[in-house]
């Protein structure tokens, strides 16, 4: 088959791409980034460097692919991130009509069943009911827990301030994912033959806030490790002072709300697949001490 992949070579989207190389299939890779081209060239894919942002650009590098992965790319700097995700999801949509492409596969999020209250998955939200009007397109949704990796942002506190914090408590229940699971299963569903428009939840492990801080913390010989509760207030103080603009810190204290509250996880435990991913909690607390330790 021919594929093209947006993503650029991130933590997902670089693992599915390798993997769908070797099972044979013809790879393009989207990268706004000139500089990626060789390095998506040696993995034996064939680079399309442009921006999402450009319909033209999109329907070029969309035309003849028998399935399209997308996913929206992180943009810090816009001033109305749910608006951005949704006018990136409207190009997307565009763009595949105009393409002839029957076949799509959509990295979503928990959560996206809800129309406000959740930060930046309202956004995926959009997006979803957006590709939803996509006339005679199979669709479907991959609905992703919490990554693991924004674990890694938790680094400078630990060492700093000596615990880890969010604005939800720990007892907390997480549904949980990492990024290789994720292109496990959307290489799965690009190789499957699927109609409509469907979901796809895709997790790897549930725990409690608590365990999590403690299968950390042992990994980087920090047992007693513990977790500190924010106010929506404090964790905003936090986020500013860590430079992340006021519009984007907002919004992720409200995604810290709707965990809090459990409305992000709800759809989900109603709908929960029979399998999760490979990547347990304990095989992930390596990679965090690797990264912790160096």
């Given at each position: 088959?021919?594929?093209t992949?947006t993503?650029?070579?991130?933590?997902i989207?670089?693992p599915?791409?390798?993997k769908?190389?070797?099972?044979?299939h013809?790879?393009?890779?989207?990268?706004?980034?000139?500089?990626k081209?060789?390095e998506i060239?040696?993995?034996?894919?064939?680079?399309a460097?442009?921006?999402?942002?450009?319909?033209d650009?999109l329907?070029?590098?969309?035309?003849g692919?028998d399935?399209?992965?997308?996913?929206v790319?992180?943009?810090f700097?816009?001033?109305?991130y749910?608006?951005?995700?949704?006018?990136?999801?409207?190009?997307?949509?565009?763009?595949?009509?105009?393409?002839?492409v029957?076949?799509?596969?959509?990295?979503?999020?928990i959560?996206?069943?809800?129309?406000?209250?959740?930060?930046?998955?309202?956004?995926?939200?959009?997006v979803?009911?957006?590709?939803a009007?996509?006339d005679?397109v199979?669709?479907?949704?991959?609905?992703?827990?919490f990554?693991y990796?924004?674990?890694?942002?938790?680094?400078p506190?630990?060492?700093?301030?000596?615990?880890m914090?969010s604005?939800?408590s720990?007892?907390t229940?997480?549904?949980?994912?990492?990024?290789?699971?994720i292109?496990d299963?959307?290489?799965e569903?690009?190789?499957?033959?699927?109609?409509?428009?469907?979901?796809?939840?895709v997790t790897s492990?549930?725990?409690?806030?608590?365990?999590?801080?403690?299968t950390?913390?042992?990994?980087?010989g920090?047992p007693?490790?513990?977790?500190?509760?924010?106010t929506?207030?404090q964790?905003?103080?936090?986020m500013?002072k860590?430079?992340?603009?006021?519009?984007?810190?907002?919004?992720?204290?409200?995604?810290?709300?709707a965990?809090?509250?459990?409305?992000?996880?709800?759809?989900?435990?109603?709908?929960?697949?029979?399998a999760?991913g490979?990547?347990?909690?304990e095989?992930?607390?390596?990679?965090?001490?690797?990264?912790?330790?160096?």
């Amino acid at each position: 088959m021919k594929i093209t992949l947006t993503g650029s070579l991130g933590n997902i989207s670089k693992p599915l791409a390798k993997k769908l190389i070797a099972a044979g299939h013809q790879v393009t890779i989207i990268s706004s980034k000139a500089d990626k081209a060789a390095e998506i060239e040696a993995l034996g894919a064939t680079p399309a460097i442009g921006s999402v942002s450009d319909i033209d650009f999109l329907t070029k590098a969309f035309t003849g692919a028998d399935v399209v992965y997308t996913m929206v790319p992180p943009n810090f700097g816009v001033s109305d991130y749910r608006k951005y995700i949704a006018e990136t999801g409207e190009k997307y949509a565009q763009a595949i009509q105009k393409a002839g492409v029957k076949k799509v596969v959509n990295l979503s999020s928990i959560g996206a069943h809800l129309d406000g209250g959740t930060g930046p998955i309202a956004g995926l939200h959009d997006v979803e009911n957006i590709f939803a009007g996509l006339d005679g397109v199979a669709v479907k949704h991959l609905r992703a827990g919490f990554f693991y990796v924004n674990f890694f942002h938790d680094i400078p506190m630990i060492k700093n301030a000596g615990f880890m914090g969010s604005n939800y408590s720990s007892d907390t229940n997480l549904v949980m994912v990492h990024p290789d699971d994720i292109a496990d299963a959307a290489a799965e569903e690009i190789q499957a033959s699927f109609t409509g428009k469907s979901v796809r939840y895709v997790t790897s492990a549930e725990h409690p806030i608590s365990d999590v801080v403690k299968t950390l913390g042992t990994a980087i010989g920090k047992p007693d490790l513990k977790w500190m509760e924010f106010t929506d207030e404090q964790a905003l103080d936090g986020m500013l002072k860590a430079g992340f603009p006021k519009p984007i810190a907002s919004m992720y204290v409200e995604m810290g709300t709707a965990v809090r509250s459990g409305i992000l996880f709800e759809h989900y435990y109603t709908n929960k697949p029979a399998a999760q991913g490979k990547t347990k909690l304990e095989d992930f607390a390596n990679e965090f001490a690797t990264l912790f330790n160096n």
